[in-house]
């Protein structure tokens, strides 16, 4: 592929999650601001099973002068792979596999298979964490906890209408601040109840620490409120990517690539035949949650799959409790290298080109079938280049509406 040299990069987040699914901001215009005082110009929403927040995003990007990008996340399932138990970008599940729709039109409208399918999923996970509460709620009583949470209010006040388990998470560790009036001591005393006597290992102040202490403790696999997933949940990866397509985007897969010991899955240690595996399957885009990876790692992935014609984003996900910069960043904090901005910039590009391409009712940079134009990819970055910069402009009222 041509040298990129002809950019002027701008600084990218590709993948956001915001209150429509689990955020680390309680408002979807806290992640812009942040955007915009970072510096970060293009931002993708990317919430799981939900397009519900893309109007607002439109708006309020376009209030800050900054481009937007639409996108979607599944949990599917590669029956193949799980049954060889092959890890694919899901280090504990054989088969699972996150995949992402990115550029979808704006309008989020789907043909009526599609759009039941969606509503579907979504309907399944609430259920799914629904009877989760439910096995909390049998914890919490049987402890004499004093008090048991309220599916429906946590759906209301913490949700946009799809509700995860890192929401039961955060409701029991605010309704265990509500009781300890203020006490650490009994905050703790409180907690540690409910783990069953186990010590409470976050600092009571650290509220993300503490969140994620109570969802790793209850509510994943060997928890007492774990419940088994519903195969029901997930949809075959090919049925995704026909999601994917039929919403106007481009199906991307997302790498773990190495973690902090320097692991890799099954899936992805293998980086030419991962490659080689997801143009089989028609996937031409890929992501990196850049914080993950280390820098060297990060760089490597990258720009081997940059080099072999796919379209590369990174982001930060935002999808915990803890909250970090929306500029991007390596693990430790490292700032990403000027090639690793100009991949990521690039990347946004095809996206924004595709995207303006849909919304135009022309062919995007992928066809019904999935097809990518990766002989053109360089006319869909210098494309994309011209309508992310006419879009974020100072003088500019160009934007999506």
Excluded at 176 to 199: C, H, M, Q
Excluded at 225 to 234: D, G, I, L, M, Q
Excluded at 368 to 375: E, L, M, Q, S
């Amino acid at each position: 592929m041509k040298s990129l040299d002809f950019l002027v990069p701008l600084n990218v987040n590709a993948h956001l999650h915001t209150p429509y699914s689990f955020s680390a901001f309680d408002k979807l215009t806290d992640a812009l601001d942040m955007a915009k005082k970072e510096g970060v110009q293009v931002v993708g929403i990317n919430d799981f099973y939900s397009m519900d927040g893309y109007p607002d995003w439109n708006l309020e990007c376009r209030l800050r002068k900054l481009y937007p990008l639409f996108n979607i996340e599944f949990i599917s399932l590669q029956k193949e792979d799980m049954e060889a138990g092959i890890r694919v970008n899901d280090p504990n599940n054989p088969g699972r596999t996150y995949l992402s729709g990115k550029g979808l039109a704006f309008s989020g409208d789907l043909p009526k298979p599609f759009a039941e399918a969606l509503a579907a999923v979504r309907e399944e996970s609430n259920a799914h964490v629904e009877k989760m509460c439910g096995k909390l709620n049998e914890l919490l009583a049987s402890v004499n906890a004093g008090f048991v949470l309220d599916f429906a209010a946590i759906k209301k006040e913490l949700t946009k209408g799809s509700i995860r388990e890192r929401h039961l998470a955060k409701a029991l560790r605010l309704e265990a601040y509500k009781r300890s009036n203020g006490n650490r001591a009994e905050t703790v005393r409180i907690l540690e109840a409910v783990f069953g006597g186990k010590k409470l290992q976050a600092d009571v102040d650290n509220s993300a620490a503490v969140e994620n202490e109570i969802r790793g403790t209850l509510l994943k696999a060997g928890g007492a409120a774990f419940v088994p997933e519903n195969p029901k949940a997930f949809l075959p990866l090919d049925s995704v990517c026909k999601f994917i397509l039929a919403a106007g985007g481009i199906p991307t897969y997302p790498f773990l690539a190495d973690d902090a010991k320097g692991n890799f899955t099954d899936f992805e240690k293998d980086l030419q035949r991962a490659a080689a595996t997801l143009k089989q399957r028609s996937i031409y885009s890929v992501e990196f949650i850049s914080t993950r990876n280390s820098a060297e790692t990060l760089e490597q992935y990258a720009t081997c799959l940059h080099e072999q014609g796919f379209v590369v984003t990174f982001g930060s996900e935002h999808n915990t409790p803890a909250m970090e910069p929306v500029k991007l960043s390596t693990r430790g904090g490292r700032p990403l290298s000027q090639k690793l901005v100009e991949i990521g910039y690039a990347g946004a590009c095809v996206i924004a080109a595709h995207q303006q391409a849909v919304l135009n009712n022309r062919q995007g940079y992928v066809d019904a079938n999935g097809k990518a134009d990766v002989a053109h990819r360089d006319d869909y970055i210098k494309e994309g280049d011209k309508v992310i910069k006419a879009s974020v402009s100072p003088d500019s009222e160009a934007g999506r509406s």
